[in-house]
């Protein structure tokens, strides 16, 4: 059952184009995995009595936290939400390019963290590349009038 008012792309009706969407789902899926692995290690670390700083933790905290997130978008994305697949579109490049950005300060963390953070993102760059992929973007063709405001600027 549909709620009033949300909007359905045309090629969501094929099975093969909700299929498209798995990869992303698992992606994610391996991404909250290896965050939660991430925050283990630093409680296991802090536990066993070393040095683990604050930003360690609250980094570690706020990507596991995003993880269902992303999931949730990325259903939302294969029910046929425009917005919801926008937003996987633009988080699933933005992210991983903020974690390896962040990763790559001098003395911010230590390098098997920053190790761990980069193998997670990994994960989001795959989703970057499935939902740019033949079968999802025909799932979304462009909005009514985006390529004329495009022409516009």
Known sequence: ???IGEVTAPGLD???TREAFEPARKCVVIYGVMSAVTLATVAALSAGGAEVTAFMWVRAVILL???PVLHRL???AARGDRRGFERVRAVSVIMPIA???VDLIPGLCPVWYAVMQGLSALALVAVAFVVRG???RAAFPSAPGASRR???R
């Open 150 to 152: 495009t022409a516009e």
């Open 74 to 76: 990325i259903v939302r």
């Open 65 to 67: 936290a995003l993880a």
């Open 134 to 136: 033949a079968g999802v």
């Open 14 to 16: 094929d099975s093969r």
């Open 1 to 3: 059952m549909r709620n």
């Open 99 to 101: 974690i390896v950005g």
